[in-house]
């Protein structure tokens, strides 16, 4: 695999093994960013109050275009998918004794949001459990789908999870809940340039999905999807200018959530430029050798841990992350010793009462870095300082 570190700004001395929780940003596209910053610098004031909108337009066009969505305005940036479900959550019309259907393994903090809302209403948020290991897609979706209930109103699924790394057959999924009448959300957190995405064949009522990650902009640029059957939900989190504007659009869901009030969006504008630096890089075959290399080292890490892989290792299942369950009683703890003691940055994740270890794998990594990865994990076991199953 062509190696592409040079284009980005990670420190070298670190072996950079979690890009799937706030990704990195290359040189080019930052330059960018910055470019953007020096416009609203220039004239704050145009950039805020006036021109900006055309910009932002401008950039959704871009973005609906890469993770298809027909119309541009369905889109509004967010700075992060939990933003995003705080959103839905606060306005979805949940009455007592209601339910929401998810999976027992979920991202933490839209589950406090869930729950949050949830309880303020009286309603339930069920998390479904899901048999690990995998063994295939009608299992797991026979499994999720065992939560259902008669109160049920929606289904929250995640389209990768953050701490198993397992892509969720959504689409399926969101065809089964929408015959049963039930509204569909899904948190994409991961989906947009890790694997190929269309939002519109997926057809969920709420889509969110993060930029700032795999697709490689500045952090606190993400983005919310919404059917237009649904915008009519969606009041802002932030009440400001866009409520009752003096000046309204064609669209009060845009109006809402996009007029809140002074802040730097200088982020979301890059979005063309991490579209153009993919392109100009074959990200198509980068994907695609990232993802191998994922699957060419999982076995050594398994035999390595003792453990075994929660899900078949194909791309059905697997993207560039891969999470492996690791005995440990203070992951925070050796989390933080692979960094100071051996320069690895990666992941240990808490799951209920399992742990996972995820690594995950783009262009400016290199075999080096699993190495490193492995050699560290070897000597904490010698050193009885982490166990093997």
């Known amino acids: ?22 990704g ?20 704050p004031v145009q950039f ?9 337009a401008d950039s959704r066009a871009a973005l609906a275009n890469f993770v298809g ?12 998918p939990s933003f995003a479900i705080n959103l839905i959550a606060k306005n979805f019309p949940l009455q007592k004794g209601d339910e929401i259907l998810t999976t027992d393994i979920e991202y933490g903090a839209c589950d406090r949001t869930w729950n949050f809302y949830c ?17 295939s897609k009608e299992q797991f979706i026979a499994d999720f789908f065992e939560g259902l209930r008669p109160t049920t109103k929606a289904i929250f699924i995640s389209h990768i999870t953050s701490s198993t790394g397992l892509i969720f057959p959504v689409k399926e999924i969101c065809a089964i809940a929408k015959s049963k009448g039930l509204i569909t959300i899904v948190d994409g957190a991961h989906a947009p340039a890790h694997i190929p995405l269309n939002i519109s064949e997926i057809e969920a009522d709420f889509y969110t999905g993060a930029c700032h990650k795999w697709m490689m902009a500045p ?26 504007a003096l000046k309204p659009s064609h669209s ?9 009030g002074t802040r730097d969006f200088s982020a979301f504008l890059t979005v063309p430029t991490c579209i153009t630096f993919m ?21 050594r890490f398994y035999d390595l841990l003792g453990s075994k892989p929660i899900s078949p290792l194909t791309n059905e299942w697997i993207g560039q992350m891969l999470s492996i369950p690791i005995k440990t009683n203070e992951p925070e703890i050796l989390q933080r010793s692979l960094f100071t003691d051996y320069k690895i940055e990666v992941p240990i994740m808490r799951q209920e009462k399992d742990v996972y270890i995820r690594y995950s794998i783009n262009a400016f990594n290199s075999i080096d870095d699993l190495n490193a990865l492995y050699n560290a994990l070897s000597d904490l076991i010698q050193k009885n300082k982490l166990a093997s199953f």
């Open 279 to 299: 392109e100009q890089n074959d990200w198509v075959s980068v994907s695609k050798q990232c993802h191998e290399m994922v699957l060419a080292n999982a076995q």
């Open 119 to 135: 309880e303020k209403a009286g309603a339930i948020y069920r998390r479904q459990k899901i048999n690990l290991p995998i063994t």
């Open 24 to 43: 990195a940003t290359p040189k080019p596209i930052f330059e960018n960013y910055q470019q953007w910053q020096r416009v609203l610098e220039a004239e």
């Open 1 to 22: 695999m062509e190696n592409l570190s040079d284009q980005f700004l990670l420190n070298p001395e670190i072996h950079f093994l979690n890009f799937g929780s706030f």
């Open 219 to 244: 952090k606190g640029c993400s983005f919310l999807y919404a059917h237009k059957s649904v915008q009519t939900w969606c009041d802002p989190l932030i009440v400001s200018w866009g409520y009752k």
């Open 252 to 260: 009060t869901f845009l109006d809402y959530n996009q007029m809140i």
């Open 48 to 56: 805020i109050a006036f021109d900006g909108y055309q910009y932002l």
């Open 69 to 80: 969505v027909t119309d541009k305005d369905d889109l509004v940036y967010v700075t992060n």
